[in-house]
């Protein structure tokens, strides 16, 4: 029997089911391909189960200082690494469960296999039962991407782990090496620290979260250190041997060669769209190495074919596939959409918290722009004072001429909170002086975005001058 539907989606990962969502919302036959588990790497192995083991490690980070909060604990308190664990599956089903539910509701057919092209808008799925073939008005991939695998020697031995691998660590390690300073690889850093693991973290590069602006990967690296992570940066790991007890990387840096000992290895150094045994040469879908080739409609090149999430490459970020799954399936169903890359937030969930929008400093003055930057330091805001979380600051990065707001980066606990601020400024293509007009309850964190771009003129009132 072939199944006949107005939207085929291929995935249902974040970008896949927002899709089958908003598709249903707009009166659309729907049917939602996934091969594993709804939620795809996000809620199940990625955004959340990490923000979960984040947020214990914020907690015993608290619990440790309770003291200068004037609160004295009458006993050792210790992590048990099995009921946060525990905890974590138990929110990870909750949510997976959720949007089955959410789908069910909506009334959108869910098909477990793996679906392929067999021709443009016609897809063969691989069930447990045997195969149904789908035949689609419109079809919309979301198969998501999977980490990269380092070629080096050694690669393949037990304990060298991707993100999924680390996730799943039944105990904790005494030494963890992590290969990458980007997103995962600083927010694993930061849970496994916590827990008292001795970490070491390699880059390439030479800085920490090279995509964002350097005043944050910085200012991030100072309070890591603090903590006792180790950065070795412009080094590169060569390969991995097995030795008694563990496993030792070989390590170039910029001074030498050396051996780094450690329990477990995690490989952070990026991911690659799953684009293979797709099918996609029978639907005639172009794509380069980066990913299929999208506009900004997420139309590919194959009229009715559109592509959303991590397979198209670009920023590998769950809410950049939601928003680009509503915005296929709008035109896909005649409802003009476009989706507008500039005003993408990143955010990095480590302790404190790291955000961005916009242009950095850098990119600003590399496109041209006569480039103002504010300051704004949060041991000066008094909320972060008054709950002891003074490490950071905000950046607002302006041009001079007409004081447009060209992006906003911050380091400060609930950055991630704070950052939607400054996508709001850059999609309404605000100014400083709209930025400043604006009340800011006190006292809040939020009182720093208006501070430092007060700073921009050399005029933040909180600040000495």
């Known amino acids: 029997m072939t199944i006949q539907t107005d939207i085929a989606i291929l995935g249902g990962g974040p970008g896949g089911y927002v899709a089958a969502l908003r598709a249903a919302q707009l009166g659309a036959r729907v049917t939602l391909i996934e091969e594993n588990k709804i939620g795809g790497v996000c809620l199940n192995v990625g955004c959340i189960p990490t923000k979960a083991l984040l947020r214990s490690a914020e907690v015993y980070r608290t619990f440790l200082r309770a003291e200068a909060f004037g609160l004295r604990l009458e006993g050792r308190v210790m992590p048990d690494w099995a009921v946060i664990q525990s905890r974590k599956e138990t929110i990870v089903r909750q949510l997976v469960e959720g949007v089955a539910k959410l789908l069910r509701r909506a009334g959108a057919q869910v098909i477990q296999g793996r679906g392929r092209f067999v021709a443009p808008r016609k897809l063969e799925v691989t069930t447990s039962d045997g195969a149904e073939r789908v035949e689609a008005k419109n079809v919309v991939i979301a198969t998501g991407s999977r980490p990269v695998q380092l070629p080096l020697p050694g690669m393949g031995l037990p304990g060298v782990l991707d993100s999924t691998g680390a996730l799943a660590l039944e105990a904790l390690p005494r030494q963890l090496l992590v290969v990458g300073g980007g997103v995962v690889g600083v927010e694993f850093a930061d849970i496994f620290n916590a827990f008292g693991v001795e970490v070491t973290v390699v880059e390439m590069l030479d800085r920490l979260l090279p995509q964002m602006d350097a005043d944050l990967g910085q200012a991030l690296a100072w309070t890591m250190e603090q903590r006792g992570i180790r950065f070795h940066l412009n080094s590169r790991v060569t390969r991995v041997d097995a030795v008694e007890g563990g496993l030792r990387a070989v390590v170039v840096t910029p001074d030498d060669e050396e051996g780094i000992e450690a329990d477990r290895i995690l490989v952070a150094v990026g991911r690659r769209p799953n684009v293979e045994n797709l099918g996609l040469e029978a639907a005639g879908v172009r794509l380069d190495k980066t990913g299929i080739l999208v506009d900004a409609q997420m139309r590919t090149n194959v009229p009715s074919v559109y592509a959303i999430g991590d397979v198209t490459g670009g920023a590998l970020l769950a809410h950049v596939a939601m928003r680009g799954g509503e915005v296929a399936v709008e035109n896909a169903l005649g409802h003009a959409a476009t989706f507008d890359q500039k005003t993408i937030p990143w955010c990095v969930y480590t302790n404190p918290e790291v955000a961005s929008v916009g242009l950095t400093e850098a990119q600003a003055r590399e496109q041209g722009y006569d480039v103002r930057v504010g300051r704004f330091p949060l041991s000066a805001n008094g909320k972060a004072l008054t709950y002891g979380e003074t490490d950071g600051f905000v950046k607002v990065v302006s041009e001079a001429h007409f004081d447009e ?45 208006r501070e430092a771009a007060l700073e921009t003129r050399g005029g933040a009132l909180h600040l000495p001058h």
């Open 405 to 449: 707001v060209l992006g906003l980066h911050i380091v400060a606990s609930h950055a991630s909170d704070l950052i939607h601020e400054g996508g709001l400024a850059l999609a309404l293509e605000a100014t400083l002086d709209e930025l400043i007009a604006t009340v800011h309850a006190h006292p809040t964190l939020s009182e720093a975005v």
